[in-house]
């Protein structure tokens, strides 16, 4: 199988900050998760289908407003009609207020921020692309 990927790159705003010290809420790095799992599907299918469920996901650092989070995922597994996916978020681009409120700084090492794993379905009558 040629390996399906698909990577997405944004800017955590402040509007994304749910909690104190402009914290972005988990759920979003899931809803980046989602648009990838859904190109990953055009990709291959021609079809949006439709995300079942996560195996696993996995917190592994902070994410706050203004920070530059870039996503990536691919299609690990296919069956009949489902697909197993890998998704990893990093984060490349942070703020440095200590040095002024409009500073940034690109990452050296970007750092991993979240990983999870899941399974999408696409129903076989909307499978669209041959493979």
């Known amino acids: 199988m040629v390996p399906i990927q698909a990577k997405l790159r944004v800017r955590m705003s402040q509007a994304d900050a749910h909690y104190g010290g402009n914290l972005v809420d988990g759920a979003r790095l899931l809803a980046l998760f989602g648009d990838l ?16 469920a996560y195996d696993a996901v996995e917190f592994l650092a902070p994410v706050h407003a203004g920070d530059y989070v870039e996503a ?10 489902s697909r197993a996916m890998r998704f990893e978020a990093r984060k490349v681009i942070a703020p ?36």
């Open 37 to 52: 799992a859904t190109e990953l599907l055009v990709r291959h299918d021609g079809d949006e289908g439709l995300f079942r």
């Open 72 to 81: 990536e995922g691919e299609i690990v597994k296919v069956g009949a009609t």
């Open 96 to 131: 440095r207020p200590d040095v002024s409120d409009s500073a940034a700084e690109v990452l050296a090492t970007p750092v991993v921020v979240c990983r999870a794993t899941g399974t999408c379905v696409v129903p076989r009558e909307k499978q669209r692309l041959a493979r």
